[in-house]
């Protein structure tokens, strides 16, 4: 495919039968995760070739599934690349070393 982006339909071609899938992330240039419905575990997110990816022009009976994974599943993006006040560090509280103790004065 020459161009791909997230949202978009797809048929991803496998070993076995060829399964309908939905973009969800293009983390390079060769890879995607793809949602897809396994025969036995459901709806799941796969990491796969872009090479063995292939448009579809019509939605599917599991689109619906596939979209519900997409929403309920958090972003992929780091808390560090968001930026904001706290990208410095991923921790709220102790940002600083504790002083040193004296003992028994």
Known sequence: MESI???DLVTLSTAGAPLD????DLPSATK???AVVDRKRGPVLR????QTLAERA???????A?????RRTPSA??????????????RDAHTRAAMHRTTGK
Request: proline share 5%.
């Open 5 to 7: 982006a997230p949202g």
């Open 21 to 24: 899938g939905i973009v969800v």
């Open 32 to 34: 995607a995760i793809v």
């Open 47 to 50: 990491t796969v070739d872009r």
């Open 58 to 64: 019509e939605p599917g009976a599991d689109d619906r």
């Open 66 to 70: 596939l979209q519900l994974l997409i």
């Open 77 to 90: 993006v780091k808390a560090k690349a968001r930026g904001g006040a706290n990208a410095s560090s991923s």
